[in-house]
């Protein structure tokens, strides 16, 4: 089992520019995260799911868009990046209680 | 409000000792979960303990214990006798009833030999 895997590992964007972060899981679990994790701040919820074709905003999530169409996948979508959303990004998923978390991904706006 | 608190920016431990690094929570729901992690500076988050808000014992996961104290609201760490690998940021989180975790700031453990 590969786990909880995110790609990319690394992105450099400028202000303005669109991207989407891939989180796939491979352990069949129904809930599934987005955090962004700052210096200082620990990690803050951007948005979850908890199944197939659900989404629900966390704590942080304007400039964020969220899709899970398919169970194994969640995908992090930013519109027009921001220096703002520079941060690394963890995906996690969960069957219930622990949590299972991606690499991360290091994302920096220009 | 949901919340957790851990008011250790930094720690230090002398290799082979104990350490506790606090974590308090706040939660109005009777059935919540509580978790420690530890990132490295690789960056990667690893689970260590989780205890329920029913658990009557304190879990325990090898060299990691939690300090569960429900009146005070407070689910410490200990570390028993550390290693140079124990090196870490720490975090603490919680699950109440809701589907989200909250997490803590987070305490920089550093192990001198």
């Known amino acids: 089992n590969a786990g909880v895997t995110q790609t990319p590992k690394f992105r450099v964007l400028k202000t303005g520019q669109s991207m989407t972060l891939l989180c796939a899981q491979d352990?069949?679990?129904?809930?599934m995260y987005w955090y962004r994790q700052d210096p200082g701040m620990g990690l803050r919820l951007i948005h979850y799911?908890?199944?197939?074709?659900?989404?629900a905003k966390g704590e942080v999530p304007d400039g964020y868009n969220v899709s899970r169409l398919k169970k194994q996948n969640f995908l992090l979508g930013l519109e027009s990046a921001a220096p703002s959303q520079t941060s690394v990004y963890f995906c996690a998923s969960s069957p219930w209680n622990e949590q299972f978390f991606g690499p991360g991904t290091r994302l920096t706006v220009l | 409000a949901q919340k957790i608190t851990q008011t250790q920016p930094g720690m230090f431990v002398q290799e082979k000792e104990a350490v506790t690094l606090d974590c308090t929570y706040d939660?109005?729901?009777?059935?919540?979960?509580l978790f420690w992690y530890k990132q490295p500076s690789s960056g990667e988050m690893i689970f260590l303990i989780y205890?329920?808000?029913?658990?009557?014992q304190n879990a325990t996961e090898g060299r990691y214990s939690l300090n569960f104290q429900k009146a005070r609201k407070s689910a410490n760490l200990v570390i028993s006798a550390s290693q140079l690998g124990d090196s870490a940021m720490y975090f603490c989180?919680?699950?109440?009833?809701?589907?989200?975790?909250?997490f803590g700031t987070g305490t920089s453990l550093t192990v001198i030999p």
């Open positions: 939660t109005s729901d009777q059935s919540y979960g």
């Open positions: 799911s908890v199944g197939e074709g659900t989404t």
């Open positions: 205890q329920g808000s029913y658990d009557e």
């Open positions: 989180a919680m699950r109440p009833s809701v589907n989200q975790f909250y």
């Open positions: 352990m069949n679990h129904e809930y």
